[in-house]
């Protein structure tokens, strides 16, 4: 109990400080910091932690990934590629429906804290011809930004699974990907299907000229996130090197200059990103040192609960609490090496569970600054998502049970 007692007590400290809004690298620390306190403050332990968090491949491996993804964001942004796909998207698909889910799907498949405001007043555009609430809105807006947790190669919450578990990325994401689709579908079906059309005047025939841009727009907008996508699944490449050869592509079919090159790795080092990273796996490196995961794993099994209920449980409270995905699986998933090494289903469960967790969290950013966007309801909003996230949690337990 003892072991459960210093976990609980660091859990709660670091939310307690994400609600202040102190940098998550900060928290991290500082919930590490008091772990290491409560199990004796040996300076061994803490020696050898921030050793093996410095050297290790991971480590690097991470934050290398993250940092190109930032670049590619940047090369997106400022290239007028995200403004022409939107544009190209209303052109040729004459379906408001379909933005609708389409450019908050887009938008998501790159990371960024909070990123649902971008896509937001894309959403609000795509709603014009419908009588939506805020909430639904709202709803719509996070819902499919999200679809991609399970599959997306460069989220950080995917990177961490992979590393914390030992599980190879393309593992993972070949065993969670029906989860995307699942949850694409239901949503579609959720919020999209009764949509009450208001139609509007059709949109002029567009010139050769426009149709040839749009293509531009749609290649080099969808290009390079299926390009990496098919260089982690397929061939197997680290993220950060299938990351660095999208964005020096990108740099060559884009024909940056030594200014724009300059400027958009400087845009990338994000400090607060990249050393909230560097605290979560330095938290993990704690955890092993002190004997923490070790001593709850014993007291799990003496339970005689199930691995799957009991991680499962553990994180979608972690969830809920953190509001990230990298906040749960920083959590939970060292207790998949520790009770059952390499097994990819009880990874599906946790991820899922926590990823229900994460999305009905009020300390989730994305839910957070779309809300305030949209001046929306907190409980209405929520509403239609945690119907949709007991259908996945249901499709996880019905998967599972019989894998």
């Not at 910091?33 to 403050?41: A, C, D, E, I, P």
């Not at 639904?136 to 999200?146: Q, V």
């Not at 724009?260 to 560097?278: T, Y």
């Amino acid at each position: 109990m003892l072991a459960i007692l210093k976990i609980l007590v660091t859990l709660a400290l670091i939310v307690f400080l994400l609600n202040r809004k102190v940098k998550m690298g900060n928290a991290m620390l500082a919930g590490t910091t008091v772990l290491w306190l409560l199990s004796g403050g040996n300076l061994l332990h803490a020696q050898t932690a921030v050793i093996n968090t410095v050297q290790s491949h991971s480590t690097w491996e991470i934050v290398l990934a993250l940092y190109f993804v930032m670049c590619l964001e940047y090369q997106l942004r400022t290239g007028g590629i995200i403004d022409g796909l939107m544009t190209t998207a209303r052109r040729a698909l004459r379906s408001e429906r379909i933005l609708l889910a389409l450019m908050p799907a887009f938008l998501g498949f790159l990371p960024s804290l909070g990123g649902a405001i971008f896509s937001a007043p894309l959403v609000e555009s795509a709603s014009k011809p419908y009588q939506l609430t805020p909430e639904t809105k709202t709803a719509i807006n996070y819902w499919f930004r999200h679809i991609w947790e399970y599959t997306n190669p460069i989220f950080t919450g995917m990177l961490l699974a992979s590393q914390l578990s030992n599980i190879p990325l393309s593992a993972l994401i070949a065993n969670m990907a029906w989860l995307t689709v699942l949850a694409t579908v239901i949503g579609w079906l959720f919020f999209l299907t009764m949509l009450k059309k208001q139609p509007a005047p059709a949109a002029p025939v567009n010139t050769s000229q426009a149709a040839d841009r749009g293509y531009y727009y749609v290649t080099l907008a969808a290009g390079p996130i299926i390009v990496n996508f098919m260089l982690v699944v397929f061939l197997k490449l680290a993220a950060a090197v299938s990351m660095a050869l999208v964005v020096a592509a990108m740099v060559l079919l884009l024909r940056q200059n030594l200014t724009g090159i300059r400027a958009m790795l400087a845009h990338a080092l994000d400090r607060k990103l990249l050393w909230g990273i560097v605290a979560i796996l330095f938290f993990q490196n704690i955890l092993r040192q002190t004997g923490a995961i070790e001593d709850i794993a014993v007291l799990l099994n003496n339970l005689a609960i199930s691995n799957a209920v009991v991680v499962g449980a553990i994180a979608f409270i972690a969830g809920i609490l953190t509001g990230t995905s990298q906040g749960f699986v920083a959590i939970t998933f060292p207790f998949i090496a520790v009770l059952s090494p390499g097994d990819i289903t009880l990874a599906m469960v946790c991820f899922a569970l926590g990823t229900a967790g994460q999305m009905l969290s009020p300390a989730h950013l994305c839910l957070l600054v779309t809300l305030d966007y949209f001046k929306a309801d907190f409980l209405k909003t929520l509403r239609p998502v945690a119907c949709l996230e007991l259908i996945m949690i249901i499709a996880v337990c019905v998967v599972t049970t019989f894998h």
